[in-house]
């Protein structure tokens, strides 16, 4: 009678630390990998092919020239305070990070100007996509002037891709 | 009777620090297997609606080379190219030691592939991350060393963050 008592009255405690130290390791496991699950993608594009000696054999085609220039250079401005308050402190060499303000770029197909921005990017799309449907295969070069930064390119590459062309090319030399 | 107590207790073994064991390899050896993500350095990239998602396969080679805002190369974690400030005494060497390395890893096909003609040139692209203010002189200036007569890339990537979240509520 007292044993069955003494069970009754025996109280169950759950150990916890099992599940603690599970915790942790997952919580360790999610810091270490999260940076790693940000969506990249990635942009084909081509080098001029026939640099050196092996020329190609291939008929000239006309391409279409597309000029990226800097209308406005903007202004380097340090990117912690930038990014989180808006509030612009000029960047200086070693000061890390920097983010580029009133940077303002200008496209030239063929021999139309276009703006940089979203309504500039929709007129070029419009014009590519003529050229593109009078000739598929048609090559494009990309042709980035001084002062042009990596932010400029993608934009471009990417309407001259999604209009539906396939070779497109980087000019071999840097612009002035 | 104390001695037919100790024979009715349990032998209990506690699992507890062989899961803490087993939990812990699995995470070292997920960290270090994930070889192909160890080559891209952490960079804003701009976004572009047409980017291939970058999924590769870690069986593969895949060359990558980072460029940081202020002109840095990094590839395979280690600096192959530092501007000098005033741009002038810039030390391409480390950059194009490590191209040429690249470039013979890479597959290799005909410089006319349709007609099976011509020297062998590497087939293989070679993905360029760069932030998004980074000049774009820089990354010229690899593509300019791409060309040169040892090393011969001609294919290459850029990467950018893919538009996911924004096309599907454009759809």
């Known amino acids: 009678m007292s044993i069955i008592a003494d069970i009754a009255n025996e109280k169950i405690e759950m150990d916890m630390t099992p599940m603690i130290d599970v915790t942790f390791l997952l919580l360790i496991f999610f810091m270490c990998t999260i940076k790693f699950k940000?969506?990249?993608?990635?942009?084909?594009?081509?080098?001029?092919?026939?640099?050196?000696?092996?020329?190609?054999?291939?008929?000239?085609?006309?391409?279409?020239?597309?000029?990226?220039?800097?209308?406005?250079?903007?202004?380097?401005?340090?990117?912690?305070?930038?990014?989180?308050?808006?509030?612009?402190?000029?960047?200086?060499?070693?000061?890390?990070?920097?983010?580029?303000?009133?940077?303002?770029?200008?496209?030239?197909?063929?021999?139309?100007?276009?703006?940089?921005?979203?309504?500039?990017?929709?007129?070029?799309?419009?014009?590519?996509?003529?050229?593109?449907?009078?000739?598929?295969?048609?090559?494009?070069?990309?042709?980035?002037?001084?002062?042009?930064?990596?932010?400029?390119?993608?934009?471009?590459?990417?309407?001259?891709?999604?209009?539906?062309?396939?070779?497109?090319?980087?000019?071999?030399?840097y612009g002035k | 009777m104390n001695l037919s107590k100790h024979h009715a207790e349990e032998m209990k073994m506690d699992m507890t620090p062989m899961i803490d064991v087993v939990f812990l390899l699995i995470i070292f050896f997920m960290?270090?297997?994930?070889?192909?993500?160890?080559?891209?350095?952490?960079?804003?990239?701009?976004?572009?609606?047409?980017?291939?998602?970058?999924?590769?396969?870690?069986?593969?080679?895949?060359?990558?080379?980072?460029?940081?805002?202020?002109?840095?190369?990094?590839?395979?974690?280690?600096?192959?190219?530092?501007?000098?400030?005033?741009?002038?005494?810039?030390?391409?060497?480390?950059?194009?030691?490590s191209l040429l390395d690249t470039s013979k890893l890479m597959k290799k096909d005909h410089f006319n592939k349709e007609a099976g003609t011509g020297d062998m040139i590497p087939d293989d692209f070679l993905l360029i991350r760069a932030d998004r203010f980074t000049p774009f002189h820089y990354i010229q200036r690899v593509m300019t060393a791409c060309g040169n007569q040892d090393i011969k890339i001609w294919k290459v990537q850029l990467a950018a963050g893919t538009l996911v979240e924004d096309t599907a509520t454009e759809n």
């Open chain 1, 38 to 173: 940000t969506l990249e993608g990635k942009l084909a594009a081509y080098l001029p092919k026939d640099v050196g000696v092996n020329q190609s054999d291939a008929e000239p085609m006309e391409k279409i020239d597309i000029y990226i220039r800097t209308e406005k250079p903007g202004r380097r401005v340090q990117a912690a305070p930038y990014e989180k308050l808006g509030q612009e402190v000029t960047w200086n060499e070693g000061d890390g990070e920097f983010f580029i303000v009133g940077h303002e770029v200008r496209y030239q197909v063929i021999r139309d100007e276009f703006d940089g921005d979203d309504a500039g990017l929709k007129k070029i799309k419009t014009k590519l996509s003529e050229l593109h449907r009078l000739d598929p295969e048609r090559a494009v070069t990309l042709k980035p002037m001084q002062g042009v930064i990596y932010n400029d390119i993608i934009p471009i590459l990417d309407t001259v891709i999604e209009v539906g062309f396939s070779d497109v090319t980087f000019a071999g030399s």
């Open chain 2, 31 to 97: 960290l270090i297997t994930d070889m192909t993500q160890q080559d891209l350095e952490v960079l804003t990239l701009p976004k572009a609606k047409m980017a291939v998602p970058d999924e590769p396969d870690p069986k593969e080679f895949r060359p990558v080379i980072n460029i940081r805002q202020n002109g840095e190369m990094i590839s395979k974690r280690e600096v192959v190219f530092a501007p000098s400030i005033d741009g002038t005494k810039d030390d391409e060497k480390d950059l194009m030691a």
